[in-house]
Structures are given as structure tokens and as C-alpha cells.
């Protein structure tokens, strides 16, 4: 039965085939001719790169970042390894800096389109690339690609304006040219302000450090990526301080005291529960960085001391299903 289908298809294509040859005997010739018509009517003659033209590629370039928008991103199964909107906004504002930098110091067609698609096809491959390969880990890859994505533009833009210039000298001084410069600076200086983020690093001392008079450190330790439970997380980085008075004050009063210093002195967002107790919540350290500076303290009635520990905690790394 299948070999009886396979010969009634075949046939069914040859009379086609032999049909559309007596129909049309040069076939091939008019399809070439038709393109060629097709290929005059939309290719125009060199000349200035209209303020339309401009437009469409920065509306392009726009539109070749929506990968990484978060009604694209798959939610699943990692949901919280998907860029956050106000991430999102902030970094497709300076995905498209070269782009429009580009828009501005482009003059002449065809040189500006080619340049154009070159900078399109960098967009759609840094957006591709964050969406399946960006990660929240540790360390973080997601800084790495938008960096690498603004040097290779920053260069591509540059290189393209000097060839511009070079070919047409009169033109280079003016407004349109002056605010792609402009546009072009502020993409290179936002290259430079993206965090290197790599490893966890051990917390400084000055989130903590100096103390006020009456107390005093009697220990302190630092440690990265032990097994061991200290409440961020057995991958963390930290910093413990073991805190003691110099006065006879208690152990409570201790508490209270280096917690009024911390909320005060050194600015930790504080929740109080009593007068001894009290929690602070993590600090962001820049918007690529996934890594937070959060402290913990506790008091010791047995040593009459308090232990106030300072950490990085990647709270992106764990998965949520």
C-alpha cells in the first residue's frame, strides 16, 4: 500500500511538472526577470540615509532584544533566573546606546544599512545569549555578556563613523553628528560603570567597623564556602565579629547598643522586636550584582558577648520552582 502511494504521488508530480512546462516554457526566465524588476524597485541609488531608515533600525534593534523581555522569558523551571522588569528596562536602555549612537552618525546608503545589520545581528545575538545562557550563578555570567556585547559594538560604531568621516569630510561637523558622538560617550562610560562580578569575596570590616567607646572585638574570622550552616547559605562568604563590653554592661544592653550603632552609625535597615533584638535586611551592591551584603546579630548570655556576622548571599542562585 505504501509503495502504490509513493508511485500515484510521483506520477501526480511529474504531470504537474510537465503541465507547467507546456503552460509556461521558460518558467525559470520570467521568475528571474520578475526578481530582477522586484530587485530595481526596492534597492535605491547611493544617497543620504533618510531620517525613516534611521528609525526602522532603532526599532529593529528594539525589537531584536525581545528574548530577554519577561513576558518572553520561559518562567520555568528556573523562575528566578529570569531578568526582573526593572532589570530588564535598564539593560535594553544600554543595549540600544551603540544602536542609536549609530542612527545619528550614520549618512549614507548603502554603508550605513550594511553597518546596520552588522549592530542588529550583535543585538540579537547578546539577547539570545543572555536568554539561554545568562545565569544568576556563582559567579554570575550575565554582566560578562553585556559587557562583551558593548566593547564589540563601542568598536564597530567607532570604526564605521571614521570610515564615514573619512569619506565624507564635509559632513562631519554637525548637530546629528555631535549628538552621536554624544549618544556614543555615554555607551562607552556605561561599559565601564557595569560591576565585574565574579567570585564571592569576603565582606569588608567597614560595614561593622569602627565601634563606639565601651566595646571592643575580642575575636574575629573569616571564612568562604564552608559546609557548615552559618545562616546564608554553605556557599557564602563571611565575616564574624565577636563583640564584648569594656564598661560591665549586659549582655542585653550590648545588643542593644551595637544594634543602635549599626542602624545609626553604619545605616543597616533595622527591624526591632525588643529592646535587645533585632534584625537587619540585606543591602544590594549595584544592578547586576547578585550578590547581598546581609548581617546577622545574636548575644551569648553564657560568654556575655554578641556575635555580629556580615556575609554575601546570592539569593538568585536558589532555584524556584
Given at each position: 500500500m505504501d509503495l502504490l502511494l509513493n508511485v500515484l504521488m510521483f506520477v501526480a508530480v511529474a504531470m504537474l511538472g510537465y503541465l507547467a512546462g507546456r503552460r509556461y516554457p521558460d518558467l525559470g526566465g520570467r521568475v528571474i526577470r520578475w526578481a530582477g524588476r522586484r530587485r530595481a524597485t526596492v534597492t535605491r541609488p547611493p544617497g543620504p540615509w533618510r531620517r525613516r531608515a534611521r528609525l526602522l533600525f532603532v526599532v529593529g534593534a528594539l525589537a531584536a532584544t525581545a528574548p530577554v523581555w519577561p513576558i518572553v522569558q520561559p518562567g520555568d523551571p528556573v523562575a528566578n533566573e529570569m531578568l526582573e522588569p526593572a532589570e530588564a528596562a535598564v539593560i535594553v536602555s544600554v543595549v540600544l546606546v551603540f544602536p542609536a549612537a549609530w542612527a545619528l552618525l550614520g549618512r549614507s546608503r548603502p554603508y550605513a544599512w550594511r553597518v546596520a545589520v552588522v549592530l542588529g545581528a550583535c543585538v540579537t545575538g547578546w539577547s539570545l545569549w543572555t536568554a539561554e545562557f545568562g545565569s544568576y550563578g556563582t559567579p554570575p555570567t550575565v554582566d560578562d555578556g553585556l559587557r562583551w556585547y558593548l566593547v564589540a559594538t563601542a568598536v564597530i560604531v567607532a570604526s564605521a563613523a571614521v570610515v564615514e568621516s573619512w569619506r565624507r569630510p564635509r559632513e562631519l561637523l554637525t548637530r546629528r553628528g555631535a549628538a552621536g558622538a554624544l549618544v556614543w560617550t555615554a555607551g562607552v562610560a556605561a561599559a565601564f560603570a557595569i560591576p565585574i562580578v565574579g567570585d564571592q569575596q569576603v565582606?569588608?570590616?567597614?560595614?561593622?567597623?569602627?565601634?563606639?567607646?565601651?566595646?571592643?572585638?575580642?575575636?574575629?574570622?573569616?571564612?568562604?564556602?564552608?559546609?557548615?550552616?552559618?545562616?546564608?547559605?554553605?556557599?557564602?562568604?563571611?565575616?564574624?565579629?565577636?563583640?564584648?563590653?569594656?564598661?560591665?554592661?549586659?549582655?542585653?544592653?550590648?545588643?542593644?547598643?551595637?544594634?543602635?550603632?549599626?542602624?545609626?552609625?553604619?545605616?543597616?535597615?533595622?527591624?526591632?522586636?525588643?529592646?535587645?533584638?533585632?534584625q537587619f535586611r540585606c543591602r544590594r551592591n549595584g544592578w547586576l550584582n547578585p550578590y547581598e551584603l546581609c548581617l546577622e546579630l545574636r548575644h551569648d548570655e553564657l560568654t556575655s558577648t554578641v556575635k555580629v556576622q556580615i556575609a554575601y548571599y546570592n539569593g538568585r542562585e536558589h532555584v524556584v520552582y
Open positions: 565582606p569588608p570590616r567597614d560595614p561593622v567597623l569602627p565601634l563606639p567607646p565601651a566595646m571592643t572585638v575580642v575575636q574575629e574570622e573569616a571564612r568562604c564556602a564552608m559546609p557548615e550552616n552559618h545562616g546564608f547559605g554553605p556557599r557564602s562568604c563571611f565575616r564574624r565579629f565577636t563583640v564584648a563590653a569594656t564598661d560591665g554592661a549586659n549582655v542585653r544592653e550590648l545588643a542593644r547598643r551595637l544594634g543602635e550603632h549599626l542602624q545609626r552609625t553604619k545605616q543597616w535597615p533595622a527591624t526591632w522586636y525588643d529592646p535587645s533584638t533585632v
